[in-house]
Structures are given as structure tokens and as C-alpha cells.
């Protein structure tokens, strides 16, 4: 039993010792839990990742770190914590989707379905020709996807800086929105300038709350992700857009 114990410790230290962070080990142990801990120790081991640089954002429910592969490549993985994780909200997220026709009823599989969700949906969106992050692996709580940004800087998003041709990013996201309403059958439910990124092109990320069409709610989280959309480029010096006819034309497939 003990020795069990002993090589659970020695797993875990060496886990820790691939995380770089300013801060001391207090703080990873209060961010990582045992378990997340186990899941790196596992990737590292099996060459997905080869350390953890530093975190670039603490979200609400999720971190997300800037990681390094063992061929140099840089990665986003996005963390969720199950303390923090709002399990009423996103139960509704999950409702009607016949991929997880069975919710889980434990925190840890609540949280898992979740992650896997985002991964699943990244595919799905990926394969219809929406820019998102490329997904490249995904273990319990822990989503590992491509990087966006630079030599471990990561590009603005659409809250952080203006696009520097607003009228081509709406054009961008909006079409972005279209597709992956009639191609990927999906809505992203969350849109807005916070989850887009400005890189080469805009970049839609956090789609882990996206829902099939078939949810019941699609067609009004569909509204109010156009809504933000339009709402948010009605402040720059560029021809407005009616909302209601934006609207109709992304939905018959008619936006140009
Ligand atoms: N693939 C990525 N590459 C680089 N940075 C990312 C990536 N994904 C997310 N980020 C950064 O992390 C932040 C939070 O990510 P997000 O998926 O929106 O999580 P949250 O659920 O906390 O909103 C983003 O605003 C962005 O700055
Ligand atoms: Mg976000």
C-alpha cells in the first residue's frame, strides 16, 4: 500500500516539475488537483505535452495555459476546475443534444462530458470550415488545441483590440456564424467579442456551450449570437446592418 503511495507522490512531483510557474508550489497545488495532476502525468508520458509554460487566462469555470510539445509546437490547454464548475448551468447546455443523450450524474462526468463536448465540437466545426483552434487531444477536464498566437503570446481577441478592417472581420464572423448553423449544425451560444480572437483571420473559440439545432433554445441563442455580433460593430464608422434582416439571411443560408 505504501509503495503505492510512494509512486503516487513520485508521479505527481514529477508532473509538477513541468509546470513553469512564477509563483510557488502552494499555487499549483491549489490550481491542480490530484487527479488533473495524474491526467498530465499522462501526457507528458505519452508525448502530448512536454511542459506547461505558463497560464494565459483564469476564467470563471477554466484555465487556459500556453504548453509546449515534445517537437517544440506550441499548444493552448484549457484546464476546467471542478471546484468552480457551474453544474446547473451547464447541464441546459447538454439537454437535447443527442451526443450526450446520457448526462452524467457525478461532478467528474458532468465535467468530462463537458470538455469532451468542446473537443467534439471543435472537430465538428473544424470540418465544416469554421477557424477554430485545431483540437488535438482531450483527457478528462483538460483540452489540449492548437495554439493561437505567437511564441507563447497569445493574439488579442476582439475585446482586447479592434479589428484593424472591421468591416472584413464582420463579414469573417458572421459567415462564420452561417456555416456553422447549415454545415456544422451547430450554434455557438456564447458569441461575442470576448470569444473571438484576431489572429491571421478571426478565430471563434470557447465553444464548449455550443448546441446541435435540435436544442431546444438553438434558434434564441442563434439570435442573440448574431445580435451581439451586429451590436458590437455598430460602434465602429462602417455601413450598419439590420438585425432582424441579418437575421433571416444567415438563417436561409442567404448571407453573403
Ligand atoms: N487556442 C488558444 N490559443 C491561445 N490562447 C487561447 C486559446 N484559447 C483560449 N485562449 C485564451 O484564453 C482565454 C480564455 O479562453 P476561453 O476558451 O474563452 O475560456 P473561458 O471559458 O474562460 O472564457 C481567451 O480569451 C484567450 O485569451
Ligand atoms: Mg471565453
Known amino acids: 500500500m505504501s509503495k503505492k503511495i510512494d509512486r503516487l507522490e513520485e508521479r505527481l512531483d514529477k508532473a509538477r516539475m513541468r509546470i513553469k510557474r512564477s509563483e510557488d508550489r502552494q499555487v499549483i497545488e491549489s490550481v491542480f488537483d490530484t487527479k488533473t495532476l495524474l491526467i498530465l502525468y499522462h501526457m507528458f508520458n505519452k508525448g502530448i505535452l512536454n511542459e506547461i509554460n505558463g497560464v494565459i487566462s483564469t476564467g470563471k469555470e477554466a484555465n487556459v495555459y500556453w504548453g509546449i510539445q515534445p517537437d517544440g ?8 476546475r471542478i471546484s468552480t464548475f457551474n453544474f446547473k448551468r451547464i447541464t441546459l447546455y447538454l439537454e437535447g443534444d443527442p451526443r450526450f443523450s446520457r448526462i452524467p450524474r457525478a461532478r467528474s462526468g458532468l465535467i468530462t462530458a463537458w470538455a469532451s463536448k468542446e473537443f467534439k465540437n471543435l472537430l465538428r466545426a473544424e470540418a465544416a470550415g469554421v477557424r477554430v483552434p485545431h483540437p488535438i487531444h482531450v483527457q478528462r477536464n483538460i483540452l489540449v488545441m492548437e495554439f493561437i498566437g505567437e511564441k507563447g503570446y497569445p493574439a488579442p481577441t476582439m475585446h482586447q483590440q479592434d479589428p484593424e478592417k472591421p468591416e472584413k472581420a464582420r463579414k469573417a464572423i458572421l459567415k462564420a ?3 456553422l448553423y447549415h454545415e456544422a449544425h451547430l450554434v455557438h451560444a456564447d458569441l461575442s467579442e470576448y470569444n473571438i480572437m484576431l489572429w491571421k483571420e478571426p478565430v471563434i473559440i470557447d465553444i464548449s456551450q455550443a448546441v446541435v439545432l435540435d436544442h431546444p433554445h438553438s434558434e434564441m441563442f442563434f439570435e442573440r449570437d448574431v445580435r451581439n455580433i ?3 460593430f455598430d460602434d465602429f464608422e462602417i455601413p450598419k446592418l439590420d438585425l432582424a434582416e441579418t437575421i433571416a439571411a444567415i438563417r436561409q443560408g442567404e448571407y453573403k
Open 230 to 232: 451586429v451590436a458590437f
Open 177 to 179: 456564424v452561417s456555416t
Open 73 to 80: 509546437v506550441d499548444v493552448a490547454i484549457k484546464i476546467y
